[in-house]
């Protein structure tokens, strides 16, 4: 089966760092996504790991540990307009023939 | 100049209608999906193809039917439709082992 968990709710301020946990299991393993969603929008792209290690892009970055299952996205310099879902999600298969969806981690930034 | 078009955006409808909702990317990706998010926000893959052809269908009803009449499209047509299908219907693209472009969705209300 898959299984994708992340925190339902995070609350974090302006300016602070926040850290938003990503454990997975699944049939296969062809890369792991971070995707931002505002409310009533469309997920935008914010990542992607396939191998170990530490992405930066920004004020954003991803890491990725294979053999734990485990990914996390981290936010520096929090802006209010970073309020929004944010959700992890793997390719089981080859191809991208699908993506693999966790309930998503909603982050509120307060001033 | 939207990557991923659908429309329309908002749909309301009776049980036991039947209704399509249309998908279009200028991206020229190869693959296309269609993903369904409930209301608690769970974003879950419904169809995927690839060139015109179904690679994936995740255990999807039959009253719903996706249709590709080119690569570049990729409609769907839900028959009878329930209570349990309101949600939001996302439309999305990628180009293999890169990431997904998702459309704005479409949120179908069934009454």
């Known amino acids: 089966g898959q299984n994708i968990d992340q925190p339902t709710e995070m609350t974090a301020t302006e300016g602070a760092i926040v850290q938003i946990n990503c454990t997975y299991q699944t049939s296969g393993f062809n890369g792991l996504f971070w995707y931002q969603q505002h409310a009533g929008e469309a997920p935008t792209f914010l990542s992607y790991?396939?191998?170990?290690g530490l992405e930066e892009k920004g004020r954003f970055s991803s890491f990725l540990s294979r053999s734990k299952g485990y990914s996390y996205l981290l936010l520096k310099e929090l802006q209010m307009k970073d309020s929004a879902s944010y959700l992890c999600?793997?390719?089981?298969?080859?191809?991208?023939?699908?993506?693999?969806f966790g309930t998503g981690t909603r982050l509120l930034v307060s001033p | 100049d939207t990557a991923v078009s659908q429309t329309p955006k908002y749909l309301v409808t009776q049980m036991g209608n039947d209704k399509s909702i249309k998908c279009e990317q200028n991206?020229?990706?190869?693959?296309m999906y269609w993903y369904k998010q409930d209301s608690k926000k769970f974003l879950k893959i419904m169809f995927s193809?690839?060139?015109?052809?179904?690679?994936i269908n995740e255990t999807v009803p039959n009253r719903f039917s996706p249709k590709s009449p080119d690569k570049a499209h990729l409609n769907l047509h839900i028959n009878s439709l329930e209570l349990g299908d309101s949600a939001v219907y996302f439309c999305a693209s990628s180009q293999m082992e890169a990431e997904a472009f998702f459309g704005q969705g479409t949120r179908l209300t069934v009454v």
């Open positions: 991206l020229g990706h190869d693959t």
């Open positions: 790991n396939v191998l170990d």
């Open positions: 193809y690839n060139n015109k052809e179904l690679i």
């Open positions: 999600a793997v390719s089981p298969n080859t191809g991208f023939q699908k993506l693999v």
